[in-house]
RNA sequence: GCCAAGGUGGCAGAGUCCGGCCGAACGCAGCGGCCUGCAGAGCCGCCCAUCGCCGGUUCAAAUCCGGCCCUUGGCUCCA
């Protein structure tokens, strides 16, 4: 049995072959550093963590890359807000992105390259277009000439005679083709350009499009074009052809359309060659998505739900499915995370008791275990069709349950293969935390520690000093460091 | 208008590629029983589905073909 991927390239469900034998190249389209990240890019990240694993659980030795679009007239409407120009918001959100990631348990990316570090590679590769004629410049910006290109179109099946014009009234005139697209554009951002995304404790736009970065290039001051990093850093660290392209599914056309054509004509092979789309999480009906201020962060789905719920939620549907973010959803995702996280805890316990013996064999819970195992390797291999995969974990903790309720005497060897089922597939595999404590536990420990910490800070500022080392005598006893600094107390757990 | 993906029980959501094992999975909610000092967890069972509509192909269609209706995404920054 082998790895099925429905190729939005093709629109049919194809045998996975990676280019090498044992190695995949993985790319992902990050985020636009920008806002906040929400529960739909979380899905998606989550989806593509999934990928991975399911790869190293194949044995594939996976390189994922995954960039972080750091120059964007949208990262410039924040100026004011959260840093003082552009790379300073830039590399807030990277930041937060990042602790995002972490608190999500994904697996880290071999890169994660940033726009403005690969200025050199994306102008070079403008040159590559503008030299084998796919490109030409106007005004100091070069745009993408698509009638040049005769498998324009390929992925998205948009037709270019019937696609409306993009960008404003100027660069319209400066195009020869109203589906041109711009590889790099001339000066700075205009207000006028970061106008409409900019909020309300936001810097002047005038003042916030000074602090907007530019590049030399062969054709002046400029910036690059809104697709062509991609091509550039995917082709810069993963090579001209790759492996999986795994992007959200509003960004089909035109982004994933035009790094086609860009990557294609530049290099002359071909770019990637399997492309997976994520679905968009829906808020009543309505797509998720930052500029409609229906969105719920990241970081607060996961101080609300914890990660176990919130990733049993994303691989509850299939990862090209539009899913429903609701109170409901969420709801039944908490109790399918604990009514599996309990089946993996009686197995444990069943296990390790004395209760448990090697000769005591129930065939029931053992054909369970063995059948968990290839459903659920067919279910990923099918498609990576995480919900039939997810129901094949939970049959496993019916079954184990089952043998726990029926008998006195355990089936040691079938509850350690359970436990291993559990681990491997439910652990590794989805990225679930079995065994240690829990989001929720951890965060009440936390808020906990906070409240001691809140009433040796009263303490302190009413001079009782010795009640005050007190407490932090008492945390530490608990095995809980407290230091003062700079910026009020910070502890660690030991 | 054009492109793409969907429309399956009260909710949510697999199955559609390769027609029969789908008399429709897993789960949530609801109901009954077991267990139980109570509750919870768990186990067993049940309830709710003319699989968007109409027509066609076939011994056989949720699955294939044609038409229509509706939803979502894209055509503008977007996971």
Redesign the pocket.
């Known amino acids: 049995m082998t790895l ?1 991927v429905t190729n939005t390239l093709t ?3 194809e045998a996975f072959e990676p280019v090498t034998d044992d190695e995949v190249l993985l790319y992902l ?4 550093t920008s806002d906040p990240a ?1 529960v ?2 979380a ?2 990240w989550t989806h593509t963590d999934v990928i991975h694993r399911w790869l190293d659980y194949l044995g594939y030795d996976v390189r994922h890359v995954e960039n972080f ?1 750091d120059v ?1 007239e ?1 990262i410039v409407a924040r100026v004011g807000e959260v840093g003082d120009d552009e790379a300073d918001v830039a590399r807030h959100y990277t930041q937060s992105f990042i602790e995002d990631m972490r608190a999500l348990n994904l697996k880290r990316a071999d890169v994660y390259p940033r726009v403005s570090e690969h200025i050199d590679e994306i102008i070079a590769m403008v040159e590559t277009l503008v030299d084998a004629g796919y490109a030409y410049e106007s005004n100091g910006s070069v745009y993408f000439d698509v009638s040049a290109d005769d498998d324009y179109g390929k992925l ?4 270019i005679e ?6 404003d009234e100027d660069e319209r005139a400066e195009k020869r083709n109203p589906a041109d697209f711009a590889l790099w554009k001339a000066g700075g951002v205009a207000p006028e350009d970061i106008e409409e ?1 900019r909020h309300d404790d936001a810097a002047p736009a005038e003042e916030a499009a000074e602090t907007a970065q530019t590049w030399d290039s062969p054709w002046g001051e400029g910036r690059p074009g ?1 697709h062509i990093e991609c091509s550039a850093m995917s082709t810069t660290h993963l090579g001209d052809t790759f492996d999986i392209h795994v ?9 994933n359309e035009n790094e086609i054509a860009q990557s294609e004509c530049a290099t002359g092979q071909e770019f990637a060659n399997y492309w997976l789309h ?5 808020v009543e ?7 409609l201020q229906n969105f719920t962060s990241a970081r607060a789905a996961i101080d609300e739900f914890g990660v176990d719920v919130l990733r049993t939620f994303f691989v ?3 990862y ?5 973010f ?1 109170e ?2 969420l ?2 995702a908490e ?2 995370w ?2 599996l996280e ?1 089946g993996y805890e009686r197995a444990v316990e069943a296990a390790d008791g004395v209760d448990a013996y090697a000769t005591e064999p129930d065939s029931a819970l053992r054909e369970a275990v063995d059948v968990t195992r290839t459903d659920f390797e067919a279910a990923m291999n ?2 990576l ?1 995480t ?2 995969a ?2 094949a974990l ?2 496993l ?2 079954a184990v ?2 043998h726990v ?2 008998r006195d005497r355990y089936d040691f060897p079938a509850l350690k293969r359970a436990v291993d089922a559990f681990e491997e597939l439910g652990g590794d595999v989805f990225g679930l935390s079995f065994g240690g404590p829990d989001g929720g536990e951890v965060r009440v420990a936390e808020d906990l520690v906070e409240l001691v910490l809140d009433l040796r800070a009263e303490e302190r500022e009413a001079g009782n000093y010795e009640r005050a080392d007190e407490l932090r005598d008492a945390l530490d006893d608990l095995g809980i460091e407290v230091e003062d600094s700079d910026d009020g107390p910070t502890y660690r757990f030991e």
């Open positions: 099925q629109g049919e469900r389209c990050g985020l636009t929400h739909g890019h899905r998606t679009t964007n949208k998205s099946n948009q037709d019937d696609s409306e014009a993009q960008g995304h809104w992007a959200g599914s509003d960004l089909v056309f035109p982004h994520t679905g968009m999480v829906q009906d309505e797509k998720m998505s930052s500029s509850s549907t299939v090209s499915a539009d899913p429903t609701s409901e959803t709801a039944e109790e399918r604990e009514r309990r099918d498609d069709n919900r039939e997810m129901a939970l049959d903790a019916s349950n089952a309720d029926e």
